[in-house]
């Protein structure tokens, strides 16, 4: 069937309006009031490393996952970008299992990693949108994020959908390799749940966000900082800004300001540093201000604390709802996706079909 814009200028706008509902969907086939539903043979307890694959923003999302996994798990996770980790012939093991993950489920180099992969993991995972593609068939396991046709070049209700699923693996790896408590487990599974009613908060933003994109779109460079699993997120909402705006946009470790990028800070220069207020909130804080120190433009995103804590001397803020500490790269997706949408309304661009991008790349 023909998906039509329903009332939005673009696809991509109506994409991000729909992540309540998609991920209400997901929540209700992964996590149920019974509890997590997983296939039984997706076990975590016998694996040594995991490693996750894929390719530009699914590849952000295991990125983030790579936290999780880590965090209720304890288990060595490996990230890497497809094209790379095919062609270096990583040593895996029986006891190795290989994560896929892809919007289409046909991205060249993606499944060529899941061909390597094949005969030497102990199974390999596809967490796909489209489920009759070639990586959803040819996975041992195939986890579909419920995301609905996604028609915008640049993903992004596939992004937080892929994110759902893989914190709800990687609360089970938690709980086959008994490292997370149950009481844990159970409240790490409410807070998910909370993501349609906390997502549809989020995207009240979207007016103040239109507002403040007026004078990003004037820039040469803009930064994103994070830290731990909100890293990850600044890289993607750098990625989604450069592909629709064409605005060179940089993501970056907070504490690595200091050994490179800190050298371009001016006043031209928009710094969006994505910060809960969280254990590591004072760190980010202070990289903050080393930028205000050098008159960069702080536009802060964080939640009521953080934000009356941290104002004094940004730019601009943008108040989120609060969500506890690993969730957080889910929620913040939103102002990520609304900050390069306005950016590239307000230049003009094609949002849906950015040049020389294409939705599915199923060349080398
Ligand atoms: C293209 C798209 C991106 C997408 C990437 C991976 O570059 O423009 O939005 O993240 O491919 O695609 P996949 O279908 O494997 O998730």
Redesign the pocket.
Known sequence: AQVEKGGYKHFMAKEIAEQPVVLADALRHYLPETGLNLPEDLDFSNIDRIVLI?????HYACAVAKYWFEEFARIPVEIDVASEFRYREPPLSERSLAVF???????AD?LAALRYCSERVAKTVAVVNVPTSSIAREADIMLPIFAGVEVG???TK?FTAQLLVLAVMALKAGRDRDVTDGPTLSAHADTLRTLPGLLNQALSISEPIAHLAEQLAEAQDILFLGRGAMYPLALEGALKLK?ISYIHAEGYASGELKHGPIALIDRLVPVIVMAPYDKLFDKTVSNMQEVMARHGMVLLVSDAKGISAAQDGTWGTLQMPDIAEPFAPILYAVPAQLLAYHTAVAKGTDVDQPRN?????TVE
């Open positions: 894929a390719c530009g923003t699914a993950v892809s919007q289409s489920g046909e991205t993606t070049v640049a993903s596939a592909e991008l294409a939705k599915s790349v």
